[in-house]
């Protein structure tokens, strides 16, 4: 059992940062993969961006490539999102998730097992 609690979320203009951090406790951090997700309102939860368990691997989606940077600290139980050059279509809620698959990065939710309670980013126009 893991449990994920997200912090980091807020209100931004367009061409701002936020930094998104999320803090595991329960089961050794290093036995999970870890993704990040979002869901705007109406929409499908989406994949964003996804690490492995020592951080070698990483992936994102189209959209987010270099702009947001996935990293994790084992040490801390925690990995982060760092968002930069953010955009209104950037609104969403976002959660982070682990995933017993520890080294091959995954981008479906159903290869997550367990999720955060989210935080939501809202970039204003």
């Known amino acids: 059992q893991v449990q994920l609690v997200e912090s980091g979320g807020g209100l931004v203009q367009a061409g701002g940062s936020l930094r998104l951090s999320c803090a595991a406790s329960g089961r050794p951090f290093s036995d999970y993969g870890m993704g990040w997700f979002r869901q705007a309102p109406g929409k499908e939860r989406e994949f964003v961006a996804a690490i492995s368990w020592r951080g070698g691997r990483t992936s994102y989606v189209d959209s987010v490539k270099g702009r947001f940077t996935i990293s994790r600290d084992n040490a801390k139980n925690t990995v982060y999102l760092q968002m930069n050059s953010l955009k209104p279509e950037d609104t969403a809620v976002y959660y982070c998730?682990?995933?017993?698959?520890?080294?091959?990065?995954?981008?479906?939710?159903?290869?997550?097992?367990?999720w955060g309670q989210g935080t939501q980013v809202t970039v204003s126009s």
């Open positions: 998730a682990a995933s017993s698959e520890r080294v091959a990065v995954r981008s479906s939710p159903h290869e997550y097992r367990y």
